[in-house]
């Protein structure tokens, strides 16, 4: 375990999950990044935010697309890394990857509290947790992790 609390595998990818943030952020794109870890450790995809070329497109959704092109049963077993919590419409997606595992930085309740009522994230108050519990497989979710170093891509954007 790391001085965060994380283990140390699980502590470098969210943190790589948060400077893909940081990296859609520069290209003037909503600050998301997610990516995903096969059961074995290595890494299937990386996804920033497009949502300005479709508004299915968040970080997550990305992803998990990527990688799912990496074969039918790369996702069984694997783990999404996300530098916020992956709001209903990619949990939904993570759910029937078969992707089983989250680990996520920036809560959506305090991605709300950064947003506010900014257009372009009208936030859904739905947790992932709740998502995934209506689910027939269990999907393990660990978060808030690292949230102040989450939260910091967030700060001035949605002005």
């Not at 991605?111 to 009522?117: E, K, Y």
């Amino acid at each position: 375990m790391s001085a965060s609390g994380l283990l140390a595998e699980d502590e470098r990818w969210l943190r790589r999950a948060i400077e893909l943030s940081a990296r859609s952020r520069e290209t003037g794109k909503h600050p998301f990044g997610a990516l995903v870890v096969d059961r074995g450790g290595r890494l299937l995809a990386e996804g920033t935010n497009a949502f300005d070329a479709d508004c299915t497109a968040h970080a997550e959704m990305n992803a998990v697309r990527a990688a799912h092109a990496s074969g039918a049963g790369a996702l069984a077993g694997a783990t999404l890394f996300s530098s916020a919590e992956p709001c209903a419409m990619c949990s939904g997606a993570i759910y029937w990857s078969g992707i089983t595992r989250v680990v996520y930085a920036l809560s959506e309740t305090r991605l709300l509290a950064i947003t506010g009522d900014h257009p372009e994230n009208p936030t859904l108050a739905l947790p992932c947790r709740a998502v995934f519990a209506r689910g027939q497989r269990a999907v393990e979710v660990k978060g808030p992790l690292l949230e102040d170093e989450a939260a910091r891509v967030h700060e001035g954007f949605w002005l």
